[in-house]
């Protein structure tokens, strides 16, 4: 069965970090580019980055690039993210999802194949 799981979430103080790790499992989760997304309680879905098969280019979204930052160990069947400069706003559920080909669309940011159940960051004074 293929499964897509999350972890790494927590409660952390603004200005603090967090590295989340997603990993794949019953399905080539290494040859497939990975995106991460979260979403927040009465908001829309949101993508926030996306890595390659092997790892040879990103794309971020806007409102995270600078403090967020994803990798990958295909060694490993890892894929991180690092949360840096944690604000409060960054509260959400953060998911990550394989996409359907190996590198990152145009649309990565709307679409994802296997989905985790999610990791919860909160960020508090």
């Known amino acids: 069965q293929a499964q897509v799981k999350e972890s790494g979430g927590g409660l952390v103080q603004p200005g603090g970090s967090l590295r989340l790790s997603c990993t794949g499992s019953?399905?080539?989760?290494?040859?497939?580019?990975v995106a991460w997304y979260r979403q927040a309680p009465g908001k829309e879905r949101e993508g926030l980055n996306c890595?390659?098969?092997?790892?040879?280019?990103?794309s971020n979204a806007d409102s995270v690039r600078g403090r967020f930052i994803i990798s990958r160990e295909n060694a490993n069947h890892l894929v991180y993210l690092q949360l840096n400069s944690l604000k409060p706003e960054d509260t959400a559920t953060y998911y990550c999802a394989n996409l359907d080909t190996d590198y990152c669309p145009s649309s990565w940011s709307r679409v994802g194949h296997y989905w985790g159940q999610g990791t919860q960051v909160t960020v508090y004074s």
């Open positions: 019953g399905f080539a989760f290494d040859t497939y580019a």
């Open positions: 890595i390659t098969r092997n790892g040879d280019w990103t």
